[in-house]
């Protein structure tokens, strides 16, 4: 994939230290939200997503001795990677009426995607372990495991997201501004919550299909 004509981007990212081992990789996957074609990279076996931001007037970087024509502006925000397995999880494993649907190996379910850059994700520490926050799995052998999606699992990981960013409310940049205009000293303290509850829910829904982000509101009812 070639994101970007320039040699160089100007990004913003988690990366901490003076020094970077290795370069990002960067990948090609569906959002899982949209379907649609996004970027991301991987970097020392963590997954992000790469947004652009364009200036609004033609501005160039001035790096070192160089000019750089591009004058974009990237971010690079982490992601868990189970927001992109879930859409794929969900379509493989051809659940019907009179079946919970199909287990299969990680690699299978993935070999359907071949146009996308999936291959690194199953490369990600610890992602067979992950897994098994969303999935039902099957050992075949030491080293062969097979996977379902579970939905009531989804929905426990989706609440669990939402608990872990609500203790941390006030500190998360942009969800108070989601509840500016609904918050009062009227509400309760369970109400407040409830209410931050479906705002942080709003968020997560940016990664989550439509049908999952209902679930998970509904959840809160």
């Not at 995607?113 to 199953?122: C, D, G, N, V």
Request: include cysteine; charged fraction near 25%; aromatic fraction near 8%.
């Amino acid at each position: 994939m070639s994101p970007s004509k320039a040699s160089q981007w100007v990004c913003v990212t988690n990366i901490t230290g003076d020094k970077v081992e290795s370069d990002p990789i960067l990948i090609q996957l569906k959002h899982p939200k949209t379907g649609k074609p996004a970027r991301f990279s991987l970097h020392e076996g963590k997954l992000c997503e790469i947004q652009k931001v364009d200036p609004e007037e033609k501005r160039s970087w001035f790096i070192n001795d160089t000019v750089q024509q591009d004058g974009s502006l990237f971010f690079f925000t982490p992601v868990d990677p189970l927001f992109l397995l879930i859409p794929i999880l969900e379509t493989s494993r051809q659940e019907t009426h009179e079946s919970g649907g199909v287990f299969q190996q990680l690699d299978d379910i993935l070999s359907n995607e071949e146009e996308f850059s999936y291959r690194h994700i199953t490369e990600l520490a610890g992602i067979d372990q992950q897994l098994n926050h969303i999935c039902d799995s099957k050992a075949i052998t030491d080293t062969i495991h097979v996977y379902r999606l579970n939905n009531e699992k989804v929905l426990t990981w989706l609440k669990c997201k939402v608990e872990m960013i609500l203790e941390h409310f006030d500190s998360v940049p942009g969800l108070n501004q989601l509840i500016l205009f609904l918050d009062s000293p009227e509400l309760s303290s369970e109400q407040r919550q409830n209410l931050r509850r479906r705002a942080i829910v709003q968020t997560l829904g940016d990664y989550l299909s439509l049908s999952w982000r209902d679930k998970l509101l509904n959840a809160y009812e």
